[in-house]
């Protein structure tokens, strides 16, 4: 349940359903498995499993959704094979050569023997809706699987005005300032072991640090050099570390000690419950450092949302 990465979107408006009326949409477009001729389905699943009907947890005015794509597995090297075999069975035995528009339609009705004989396979999307800061945090560190998660959710609600926060300042400035020099990192962020260098003058300049000192003088030297800092390996209070990068992604998200702690130190007898209590912890924590990073950063651009709505 513990969320492994961040995609950050602000509603443009204000989320006015209420828990009852979001589980009702989300209730017309639960998942369904695929069809015999279908290639692919997703909808919507319990975030408990098995264990709760329900497609909306809520705690703290959080909502948390799970959206579920099933796949047929079908390699396009299968698929050529059996189009081979058939190519080569007509054209020995009407000693003729199979022109592409033949062939293409040789493919399409091999296709419709293999879709309903092929296997399956499915993966779950976690995201939640904080409705009290107006923020739709997605468990992705892909842009595209986001916009997905963006379009079945719209589809589902019939509008989702949502966008990836608008700064006053730039992350990549910020960062770069903070290595290159450490005294104007905030007190409450350490530094970690890995960051990502790019050069805007050179396309395709990319320098990755992996367990290294950040204030190590080959660093320098390429900050010197006028890169910049696009991705940052901090740690947060000691509580959460991350990689955070330009446009307020969070990656490699790890709850540290002081949360595994408090999360051990409470008693509870059920999965539920031990998984409302651990959405209730990892939601507070995400919204005190999703805040914070929102300060450093300048705050939110509110005339770059006034274009927007």
Request: with cysteine.
């Amino acid at each position: 349940m513990w969320f492994k990465n961040l995609h950050i979107y602000r509603f443009l408006k204000p989320f006015t359903l209420t828990a009852k009326e979001f589980e009702q949409k989300l209730q017309e477009d639960a998942f369904q498995p695929c069809g015999r001729m279908a290639m692919d389905s997703q909808g919507w699943v319990s975030p408990l499993g098995k264990d709760s009907e329900s497609l909306c947890h809520v705690a703290q005015k959080c909502f948390m959704i799970t959206a579920r794509r099933e796949e047929k597995i079908l390699p396009a090297s299968v698929i050529r094979e059996f189009v081979n075999e058939k190519v080569e069975e007509i054209e020995t035995q009407q000693l003729r050569k199979v022109r592409k528009k033949e062939k293409d339609e040789i493919r399409e009705e091999v296709l419709q023997e293999l879709i309903p004989r092929a296997f399956t396979r499915s993966t779950y999307q976690y995201a939640y809706l904080d409705t009290r800061h107006g923020w739709l945090l997605i468990d992705t560190a892909s842009r595209k699987k986001s916009e997905d998660f963006i379009t079945l959710l719209r589809n589902t609600l019939g509008h989702l005005p949502v966008t990836p926060p608008k700064l006053q300042d730039s992350p990549a400035r910020v960062m770069t300032q903070w290595l290159t020099d450490s005294d104007s990192c905030p007190t409450d962020f350490e530094l970690a072991d890995a960051c990502e260098l790019v050069d805007s003058s050179v396309e395709g300049a990319v320098v990755n640090c992996k367990r290294q000192d950040l204030l190590a003088e080959e660093i320098q030297a390429h900050l010197e050099a006028g890169k910049l800092v696009t991705r940052l390996a901090l740690k947060w209070n000691s509580r959460i570390g991350l990689v955070i990068d330009d446009e307020l992604v969070m990656r490699h998200l790890q709850f540290l000690d002081a949360i595994q702690e408090q999360v051990s130190d409470i008693n509870v007898e059920t999965h539920s419950q031990r998984f409302d209590t651990d959405f209730a912890i990892m939601t507070g924590e995400l919204a005190t450092l999703i805040n914070r990073c929102l300060e450093i950063f300048g705050g939110e651009d509110e005339k770059a949302y006034e274009k927007m709505r």
